[in-house]
């Protein structure tokens, strides 16, 4: 018999059933759908994903790369040696917001001129005179007449030659470097090719502001900040160009000649038995000075040079670059403080290869030798600061001597006692043997009168920036002092003198202590504090003696 539904029950295979499954199945996939439709309107399609720079950010990366390599080309390989007239020169073209001429005279200063508006600057760098070119002109005097001429072409070709070098420059480091950060060829092709175009665009704002009349409107820097005042106006240097001419010559010849001089000085063969020093002082920022101190240290073959100060002329930072030939020389280099030299000038010599500073008495074994030295207290530049005289001097000359006293009582006596004004070098009577100075610009000799032999040498330097201001040159001194290896005792010294500016004689003159003299009996105590020994002999000649002195 067939069973009957009871009511209300639903066949599991009925539509309603199937409904009800299906409404359910809606229900649990909501969340599904809901998800799938946020995605769908909020996430980026599959392709969009991998991050795209914008534009604007791609070009000034590539700008900046671009200036960044044309710098680092110009910075490597952009210069140029070019002869200017009698002069070499370094040009290079660097970066810059305002533009103009740099032409940097080391180690007087720097002159800038407005010759132009544009991202890039010209710098020259003035080397040396050659001696070749320079001879040439003061042996044909005719061609100052073209040298106006030649100096244009000269810096004509240079330009030329620097641009092309400079283009090269640009697009070599522009390239290089944007292979290194991009590492694909068209991406580096095309900062090397934007390279180029900055530069000539640069070039031809530069052509097109050109301003050839800039020269008579020029700012000094450094030193040269007083050349106004010393060489006078520019304009009317443009207005009477026959006498600027004429002045020109000779400023040619005279430093000529002054080069020639100091290369021909007589060479000398000493006595390996005797120490050989090279007495120097005041050299007041004459740059010919270091070439004369090389020649007589190769010719005497030297052993230890003295500067007894005023290396410099205003102590300022800007002139500290004038020392560093100091570790070219080829002998020790011994030097106490003038007073034209600053505390700053001193730190930065101290920290000069192969020079030695002497202050406050200290004492130093250099060359065989026992040195010792005290700087000058006063610093005359500084104008905000009284000057006290000799009572400044002299007690700086106790300090010296006070260390003298105590390197004798240490069993390590002094041979030589240095200090730049010879009133302070005066205190050392007694207690040294040999007391050097300078300061005065001429030479003295004599014997202080409990025996030490007091030697003031004159300018080294010729006066140095003061050589042209009087109408007699000073002359260019330095000595060589001879003292027996054994007992540091002072055989003979020679005084060399070259003419200043403009005069090209050279003069050796040998002395001899009287005691050292033919035919003279030396006493027990010669050469030593406390036997006077007034004067001296001199033999002036053009070669000295070879020889022990």
């Given at each position: ?309 005023d290396t410099m002329d205003h102590g300022s930072a800007a002139e500290n670059a004038f020392l560093d030939p100091v570790a070219t020389l080829g002998a020790p280099y011994v030097w106490v403080r003038g007073n034209h030299d600053s505390a700053a000038t001193q730190k930065y010599l101290a920290t000069r290869k192969n020079a030695t500073v002497l202050d406050d008495g200290r ?115 330095a000595s060589v002092l001879y003292l027996d290896r054994g007992t540091r005792h002072l055989q003979a010294w020679d005084e060399i003198t070259l003419g200043g500016l403009g005069l090209s004689s050279a003069e050796v003159s040998r002395h001899l202590p009287k005691e050292n003299l033919p035919g003279a009996t030396p006493s027990p105590g010669t050469g030593s504090p406390g ?19």
């Amino acid at each position: 018999m067939a069973r009957v539904a009871p009511p209300g029950d639903t066949p599991p295979g009925s539509p309603v059933l199937r409904l009800l499954r299906a409404s359910l199945a809606r229900v649990r996939g909501l969340p599904a759908a809901f998800l799938r439709d946020y995605r769908s309107h909020h996430t980026a399609p599959t392709s969009t994903l991998t991050h795209t720079p914008h534009p604007y950010a791609r070009a000034v990366g590539l700008i900046a790369v671009t200036l960044l390599g044309a710098w680092l080309g110009l910075l490597i390989v952009g210069s140029i040696h070019a002869p200017v007239g009698p002069v070499d020169t370094n040009m290079t073209l660097r970066p810059s917001l305002s533009g103009g001429t740099k032409i940097n005279v080391s180690p007087l200063g720097a002159l800038e001129l407005r010759s132009h508006y544009a991202p890039i600057r010209l710098d020259v760098d003035v080397d040396r005179l050659d001696p070749v070119r320079a001879q040439a002109l003061v042996d044909h005097p005719e061609r100052f007449a073209g040298l106006q001429d030649q100096v244009t072409r000269d810096v004509v070709s240079g330009t030329g030659t620097l641009a092309f070098r400079s283009c090269v420059a640009v697009v070599s480091g522009a390239t290089a470097l944007g292979l290194a950060v991009y590492r694909r060829p068209r991406r580096a092709l095309a900062a090397g090719g934007l390279a180029l175009a900055l530069l000539a665009s640069s070039g031809a704002a530069a052509y097109a502001t050109w301003n050839p009349k800039s020269v008579l409107e020029p700012k000094f820097s450094g030193l040269l900040s007083s050349a106004p005042s010393v060489v006078g106006s520019a304009r009317s240097i443009v207005s009477d160009f026959d006498v600027y001419q004429k002045e020109l010559a000779r400023l040619v010849t005279n430093v000529t000649k002054l080069y020639e001089a100091a290369s021909t000085l007589p060479a000398y063969e000493p006595d390996p038995t005797t120490i050989r020093v090279l007495h120097v002082s005041d050299i007041h920022l004459n740059p010919a000075a270091w070439q004369i101190v090389k020649s007589l240290v190769k010719q005497y073959k030297i052993d230890v040079i003295v500067d007894t100060g005023d290396t410099m002329d205003h102590g300022s930072a800007a002139e500290n670059a004038f020392l560093d030939p100091v570790a070219t020389l080829g002998a020790p280099y011994v030097w106490v403080r003038g007073n034209h030299d600053s505390a700053a000038t001193q730190k930065y010599l101290a920290t000069r290869k192969n020079a030695t500073v002497l202050d406050d008495g200290r004492a130093v074994s250099v060359g065989g030798l026992r040195i010792a030295g005290v700087g000058d207290p006063q610093f005359t530049p500084d104008r905000s600061v009284v000057a006290e005289g000799d009572f400044s001097e002299r007690t700086a000359g106790g300090k010296l001597a006070d260390s003298l006293r105590t390197q004798r009582l240490a069993g390590t006596p002094v041979d030589l006692a240095l200090a730049h004004n010879p009133v302070a070098a005066a205190e050392a009577d007694g207690l040294a043997p040999l007391a050097l100075a300078g300061h005065i610009h001429h030479r003295e000799n004599s014997v202080l009168p409990r025996g030490t032999r007091l030697m003031v040498e004159g300018s080294t330097g010729g006066g140095g920036l003061r050589a042209v201001q009087g109408k007699k040159p000073a002359p260019v001194q330095a000595s060589v002092l001879y003292l027996d290896r054994g007992t540091r005792h002072l055989q003979a010294w020679d005084e060399i003198t070259l003419g200043g500016l403009g005069l090209s004689s050279a003069e050796v003159s040998r002395h001899l202590p009287k005691e050292n003299l033919p035919g003279a009996t030396p006493s027990p105590g010669t050469g030593s504090p406390g036997t006077p020994s007034p004067g001296g002999s001199a033999a002036r000649t053009g070669t000295p003696s070879p020889g022990r002195p």
